[in-house]
């Protein structure tokens, strides 16, 4: 890639919003990503790899549970800080933002939520350092935005649970260490429970040739009569609003996140589009031009404010999991744009990998995927608003 | 070993500049401040100092409340404690005179500030800092080693190095050189959250009358752009270098 002279907008002085202790943190990642992450990421995009090397660094800028309380490893910071987190990191590239949601998210939160005492200081301490790296297991092979439909069930089988089935499209999972797995019990009810590598009957083939989010690995869990130590089922909390409340948490960041690769697009697009001569004139100085800045730095603004208050709320404990739905969709859909009309500012340079704005493009069609579908974010909201659920 | 290094809150270098209240006041409206990039130099030789020879480290700046940050930022990098003196950094002679009051309260052995700080380029404090206490003084260094109380002090001369012996205390004004790029340190979360229990000590300035006033800014004068000219055109070169650039 070529030299990352990425400078961020902030057009409304969105920073006075922000303490000095975020903003310290946040110019603390955005540094590192510069330093550590735009130097190899369209290497290892390209070869579709990994990036293990940077593990050390993410945990050194607190990407992983930085909500944890210090007891367990985490930096007890608020759910503000855990945004800028994300977004700087999603800046770089969603895969890597990808891990660090999944790792603080889905992996740590249940733990440190639902998790018994022991399980807390088993685990917290080592996914905060990024010694031991975690899967969440939701989405089945039949049963995607329909998780309660999930045919992953255990037996108890007196001293241990017998699991069986199979989880597709898990991040992180051909290289974790733990995964938390959502299965049902013989009465049909969803629980946690923690896997480890290397318990007999348990395997995780990696999932290729994807298009997108080539940076973060993406593979399968599969359970054949795995047998699972009783101290390893989640005791605080069963039933389908477990894993949703982790999805909460994790779509929240999503909602960050997606602003920081809007914003890496429209700066790239804005630095060419003055650079860039056509008929004598930057293409920076055509109406054209000007309207696809423009409405990209409007909605890049309006986003930040949106999801600024998302997480006032969210620290307060008042964040409804409607509202997020509205801040990951929206900020999804709106760096999606973005990123398209940005390539095309950039002509066909816009297709090659010296600049980030096509691996942000593909990125964000995972994105707008995962973690509820755009579809099922409106849906949500919808519900929200009327009273009337219309997912069936 | 007690370091003492100065800190400078500077505006980005990328920021766009302007001026307020009659060009005589600079617009901080919107600009992001950093830490004077000399002085990080200085303050991660600092750390060096500190993790291979246990030297104590306190960052110490002259500024408003607003420059706090920059010095919770050098906490954050691992100084031990900070100090900020509660004024308007008005030129390079006052800012000198209070840090010189700091030194003496302080009892430093080592200070260490920026050659310059990249928003005036006054370029006079470390100097006229080390003469208000008769301390020893060497600017634009590029390495520094200390053994007990003698000091060797590499310096970047026209087309060399210059190689110094002195005495602490000593005042250093540096720059790159005494580490590279790739050594700056990135605060990271653990430091972050050990400077939330580091001391900033507030003190007030010593009455001192700024001796100097900014009566004016200007900005230079944009760039104007190029003309090329075939090279087979000789007439309109002259033509343009006689009628428009008037300099023929
Ligand atoms: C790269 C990547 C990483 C992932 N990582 C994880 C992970 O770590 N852990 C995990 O558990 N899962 C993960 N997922 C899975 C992801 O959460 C699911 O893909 C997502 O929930 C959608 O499920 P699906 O792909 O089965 O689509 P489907 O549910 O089959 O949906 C297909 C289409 O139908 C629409 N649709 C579905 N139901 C309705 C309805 N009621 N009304 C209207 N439209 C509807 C959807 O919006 C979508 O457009 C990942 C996915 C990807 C791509």
Redesign the pocket.
């Known amino acids: 890639m070529a030299q990352d002279l990425y400078q961020a907008p902030d057009y409304y002085h969105l920073d006075d919003l922000l303490t000095d202790e975020h903003k310290l943190i946040r110019d603390a990642a955005r540094e590192w990503i510069k330093r550590e992450v735009t130097p190899i990421i369209e290497d290892v995009a390209q070869k579709a790899e990994f990036p293990k090397q940077i593990i050390d660094g993410l945990a050194k800028i607190g990407a992983f549970g930085s909500f944890i309380p210090e007891e367990y490893g985490g930096s007890g910071l608020d759910h503000i800080s855990y945004g800028i987190i994300m977004q700087e990191i999603e800046r770089g590239d969603s895969g890597v933002r990808?891990t660090a949601s999944?790792q603080s998210s889905?992996v740590m939160y249940p733990i440190w939520k639902f998790g018994s005492e022991e399980q807390k200081q088993k685990y917290l301490p080592k996914l905060a350092t990024g010694e031991l790296m975690g899967?969440?297991?939701?989405?089945e092979p039949n049963?995607?935005?329909?998780?309660g439909g999930m045919e992953t069930k255990y037996k108890d089988m007196g001293d241990h649970y017998l699991l069986n089935g199979a989880?597709?499209?898990?991040?992180?999972?051909p290289f974790a260490d733990i995964a938390v797995v959502w299965a049902k019990n013989e009465k049909g009810r969803v629980h946690g429970l923690i896997v480890e590598r290397g318990m007999k009957g348990f395997s995780t083939p990696e999932t290729h040739h994807?298009w997108?989010?080539r940076t973060?690995a993406?593979g399968e869990l599969i359970f054949d009569n795995v047998k699972i130590p009783k101290e390893n089922l989640l005791p605080g909390k069963s039933g389908l609003g477990a894993p949703l409340m982790c999805l909460d948490s994790a779509r929240y960041g999503i909602a960050w996140g997606a602003i920081g690769a809007a914003m890496d697009c429209y700066d790239a697009a804005l630095r060419y589009a003055k650079e860039r001569t056509q008929f004598g004139k930057p293409i920076a100085a055509f109406q054209l031009q000007q309207k696809k800045l423009t409405e990209m730095i409007t909605e890049i603004t309006k986003a930040q404010f949106l999801t600024w208050r998302l997480g006032v709320l969210r620290d307060e404990g008042r964040a409804t999991s409607a509202q997020i739905s509205m801040a990951k969709r929206n900020n999804v859909e709106m760096a999606l744009n973005i990123a398209r009309e940005s390539r095309q500012i950039l002509g066909a340079m816009g297709i090659t990998g010296d600049y980030s704005i096509m691996r942000h493009m593909m990125n964000l069609e995972?994105v707008i995927?995962?973690?509820?579908?755009?579809?099922?974010h409106l849906?949500i909201t919808g519900m929200d608003i009327t009273g009337i659920p219309?997912?069936? | 070993m007690k370091i003492l290094v100065c800190i400078s809150h500077v505006p980005d270098t990328t920021s766009k500049i302007n001026f307020t209240e009659d060009n005589t006041k600079f617009d901080s409206n919107g600009v992001q401040f950093v830490i004077n990039p000399h002085d990080e130099f200085v303050l991660t030789r600092a750390m060096w100092f500190k993790e291979k020879q246990g030297a104590s480290i306190t960052v110490v700046n002259v500024g408003n409340i607003s420059t706090e940050p920059t010095l919770r930022k050098a906490l954050a990098i691992g100084a031990d404690d900070a100090i900020r003196v509660n004024t308007e950094a008005t030129d390079g002679f006052y800012v000198a005179k209070q840090l010189a009051e700091v030194i003496k309260n302080g009892g430093y052995d080592l200070i260490m500030a920026g050659k310059e700080s990249m928003d005036y380029n006054g370029g006079m404090v470390p100097g006229m800092t080390a003469s208000i206490l008769d301390y020893n003084f060497v600017n634009a260094c590029i390495g520094i080693e200390i053994e007990g109380n003698k000091a060797t002090v590499t310096r970047d001369i026209d087309g060399g190095k210059e190689i110094l012996s002195t005495e602490l205390p000593l005042v250093i004004g540096g720059q790159k050189g005494l580490v590279e790029d790739k050594d700056l340190r990135i605060p990271n979360m653990r430091g972050i959250m050990m400077a939330r229990k580091k001391p900033l000590k507030v003190v007030e300035p010593v009455d001192f009358d700024p001796t100097t006033v900014i009566t004016d800014f200007e900005k230079p004068t944009p760039k104007s752009n190029c003309k090329i000219i075939d090279a087979d055109k000789v007439e309109e070169l002259v033509d343009l270098l006689h009628n428009e650039a008037k300099v023929i």
């Not at chain 1, 989880?167 to 999972?173: A, D, E, G, V």
């Not at chain 1, 995927?369 to 099922?376: A, L, N, Q, R, V």
Request: with cysteine; proline share 3%; net charge neutral.
């Open positions: 990808s999944v889905l899967c969440f297991g939701l989405t049963h995607g935005s329909n998780p989880k597709l499209w898990i991040s992180n999972s994807k997108s989010l973060s993406t995972s995927t995962y973690e509820g579908t755009h579809d099922i849906l219309a997912f069936v």
